[in-house]
């Protein structure tokens, strides 16, 4: 259920898993559900912003939905570091908040770029890693998203023609050097988006070699 501008209706749609509580949780903690045979409780962290607090609950209700012990053995900002089953509630939840049937029409309509992420998270009240994912997994065009931690390629969303083209970013590869990425983690000013050789992100055989806009993800 949405309302008239796409945002998901997510407490309404997770009361039908359980109930709802904003409340203090473990230092660290985004959320965390308990269930019984005679109740349901989804617990959010209170001093999370709001849109934080929407992709918590998503993410817990994943845990419900797919059957999945949470595991809080690492830190929840950490993705190198996240079980698999934490990723699985990740991407459910970004699934959730950014359904196909609503999200996919914007991404056709929409220019490749950081900016109209920017615009589609705020219009989904999503947070820019999940509306970048699902952009790029979603884009007709040869488009990418990276995610980086620690100056290491961590995760990668791709495009359809993306992998059709057999393009690929490697986990747990070093930013390229001269990548806009990599200088600004080095302390370097964001100058805006430019473009990048696709051979400087992808190592792909692929036969057709674009340019490619690296908006310093």
Not at 20 to 31: I, K, R, W
Not at 39 to 48: L, M, R, T
Not at 99 to 120: C, H, N, Q, T
Not at 122 to 133: I, P
Request: charged residues 25%; aromatic residues 6%; hydrophobic residues 35%.
């Amino acid at each position: 259920m949405a309302d008239r501008q796409g945002t998901l209706r997510v407490r309404r749609r997770a009361v039908a898993v359980g109930h709802v509580n904003s409340m203090q949780v473990p230092a660290g903690a985004t959320g965390k559900a308990s269930f019984t045979t005679s109740s349901k409780d989804i617990c959010v962290n209170c001093a999370h912003n709001t849109r934080r607090q929407r992709f918590s609950v998503c993410h817990e209700v994943g845990h419900v939905v797919l059957e999945i012990a949470a595991d809080h053995s690492a830190p929840s900002w950490s993705f190198a570091r996240r079980s698999p089953g934490e990723i699985a509630c990740d991407m459910f939840a970004a699934e959730l908040l950014l359904p196909y049937k609503l999200f996919k029409p914007r991404v056709d309509a929409s220019d490749m770029g950081f900016k109209v992420i920017g615009e589609l998270a705020d219009e989904f009240d999503a947070s820019l890693v999940s509306t970048g994912s699902r952009f790029a997994t979603f884009s007709r065009e040869l488009c990418g998203f990276v995610l980086s931690e620690g100056g290491k390629v961590r995760y990668c969303a791709r495009s359809a023609s993306l992998r059709d083209a057999k393009a690929w970013v490697k986990t747990g590869t070093q930013l390229p050097t001269d990548s806009l990425s990599a200088r600004l983690r080095s302390g370097g000013t964001p100058t805006g988006p430019e473009e990048a050789e696709p051979d400087q992100w992808c190592g792909s055989p692929t036969r057709r070699r674009p340019k490619c806009s690296a908006c310093g993800c």
